[in-house]
């Protein structure tokens, strides 16, 4: 059942964002009751039948290529000047093109600054939350999101890929034992949905359905109570609030490019880590010309997007990585602090399968030559590695609006910059060094080492804080300056962990519908 709702119904919540935090708070909040939804979705509404198993295809259709400007230290400002981060612009955001890694943080990642100290040049802040407060919902995430593995889904692991058990074969030969599998992707058939068939196009929208995504769970189911309308193709452009400080609607672009008001009882934005700082700028007014929610200064500040790294190795018989799901072996033994490695926090090895086209692309970023084609001859011969590690907030790391540059909106084009930390270039570097040792315990002809390719784990630019003055939001991702207006994804992230974040963002989005369906019951909202 859809219903529709009038632009000037002043009772209606508005979400911004459709993808892991947007959509589930959507169908929680409806779920709870709260009658009138309104999501709006820059992207267009793709369904299964439009997903292709062609990695470049699905790239060029899905992909947020509105133009951003990579700026800063990070290898980004040669190799990927205008795609700072790979994210989907579509209903579903990039749960449909997300691997399936679903991790919990560890308790030492809500505690960072008590537990590292004071980092030069980083911006370390302890969560106003902890593992213990977060982990029933982590409970409800996994088994909302059918996470494999899981004591909450009750479903078994992902059957082993022929790059599993070579990465996994190898990790033991030095020593590693925490090798694990945790995919939000039906290893069986589970709620509703099919389990998986192995294609190995995993990262191209899951054509059967088997892996989770909001696309096709969260937001027909938030449909079908009848309280959440979803509007594909309508782009926010201004957060507006009335005399008192507090939002009372949205203007946003619609599929025919007109601009519209939707009038707000609450907001909540959930465009991720770079559009949800870049909304609250653009909002600025006489009364906070800052943007909304900056009294901190902080809005946009502390981008993260995990210490990365990435590797082939090639081996002396085949293996077919591309074979089977696209995650294989995730080796956890790293992730546990330990200062005496030369760096704070942790790091996962993911063994993340490319296929040929990305591995193509990734290994030598606009070049070429015969050190790049013979590797391709092998390709059928390849394993590949992630290295995901915790990133330092930093405040210069940030997003921020061109002084002069417009997009097709009418809006300043997006800026974001980053330089690593020292901590996070010795993150990187000790995993690589892992990964080439693993492979070549197990006989690995050849470890190639490729630059970080863009990431879509970003976090952090309006994070949680226990104090108005260090972050934009309190412990259930509600602004500090404004009652009304809450930040629902990543974003609000005060550390990155090692851990893939959809998990978390789940887990925070069922909790602060919780949050919210009682503060609208109480007349506090």
């Not at 930040?487 to 925070?508: C, E, H, K, W």
Request: proline share 5%; aromatic share 8%.
């Amino acid at each position: 059942m859809t219903r529709k709702f009038a632009f000037n119904d002043p009772d209606v919540v508005v979400i911004i964002g459709s993808g892991a935090g947007g959509a589930t708070l959507a169908h929680e909040l409806a779920r709870k009751g709260v009658d009138k939804i309104v999501m709006l979705e820059a992207g267009r509404h793709f369904t299964q039948a439009d997903f292709e198993n062609d990695e470049w295809a699905m790239f060029n259709k899905l992909s947020w290529l509105d133009k951003r400007i990579s700026a800063g230290g990070w290898h980004h400002t040669k190799t990927y000047p205008n795609l700072p981060a790979w994210i989907v612009k579509a209903v579903g955001g990039s749960t449909v093109h997300w691997s399936g890694v679903a991790l919990r943080f560890q308790e030492h990642d809500f505690h960072t600054r008590t537990t590292y100290g004071a980092v030069a040049g980083a911006n370390v802040l302890d969560w106003p939350i902890t593992l213990q407060e977060l982990q029933p919902y982590y409970e409800l995430a996994e088994k909302k999101m059918g996470v494999a593995g899981s004591r909450a889904s009750g479903l078994p692991p992902m059957p082993e890929s022929n790059q599993t058990k070579v990465v996994a074969a190898g990790a033991r030969k030095i020593g590693y034992r925490r090798i694990i599998r945790p995919v939000a992707s039906n290893s069986e058939p589970y709620d509703g949905r099919p389990g998986c068939m192995q294609i190995g196009f995993c990262m191209q929208g899951c054509k059967i359905g088997a892996k989770w995504s909001t696309l096709y769970t969260e937001v027909p189911r938030a449909q079908e109570t009848g309280r959440v309308e979803l509007r594909p193709e309508s782009m926010a452009l201004q957060i507006r609030h009335d005399k008192a400080g507090k939002v009372d609607g949205v203007l946003y672009a619609d599929r025919k490019g007109r601009q519209v008001l939707q009038k707000a009882r609450l907001v909540c934005v959930a465009g991720n880590s770079i559009e949800s700082p870049r909304l609250l700028l653009n909002s600025a007014s006489p009364m906070f010309p800052d943007g909304l929610a900056n009294s901190s200064g902080q809005v946009g500040r502390n981008y993260m997007n995990h210490s990365t790294a990435a590797a082939l190795a090639i081996h002396r018989k085949p293996v077919y990585m591309n074979r089977g799901f696209d995650i294989g072996a995730v080796i956890a033994d790293e992730v546990p602090p330990d200062t005496r490695r030369g760096f704070n926090g942790g790091y996962y090895l993911e063994g993340l399968a490319l296929g040929l086209p990305y591995a193509a692309a990734f290994m030598k970023p606009g070049g070429w030559g015969r050190d790049v084609t013979s590797a391709l001859e092998m390709y059928d011969h390849m394993t590949a590695i992630w290295v995901c590690g915790e990133d330092m907030a930093r405040e210069q790391n940030a997003i921020t609006l061109h002084p002069a540059e417009k997009d097709q909106y009418g809006l300043p084009v997006p800026i974001v910059s980053k330089t690593y930390h020292g901590n996070d270039e010795a993150i990187a570097a000790h995993g690589l060094g892992q990964f080439r040792k693993l492979s070549e315990a197990v006989g690995a002809t050849r470890v190639i080492d490729m630059p970080a390719y863009p990431a879509s784990h970003n976090m952090g630019t309006n994070r949680m804080s226990e104090r108005a003055r260090d972050g934009v939001v309190n412990k259930w991702g509600r602004a500090h300056d404004i009652a009304n207006l809450y930040i629902s994804d990543g974003s609000q992230f005060t550390s990155s962990s090692a851990a893939n974040p959809t998990l978390t963002i789940v887990a925070l989005a069922i909790r602060q519908a919780e949050h919210i369906a009682a503060e609208l019951k109480r007349g506090t909202l």
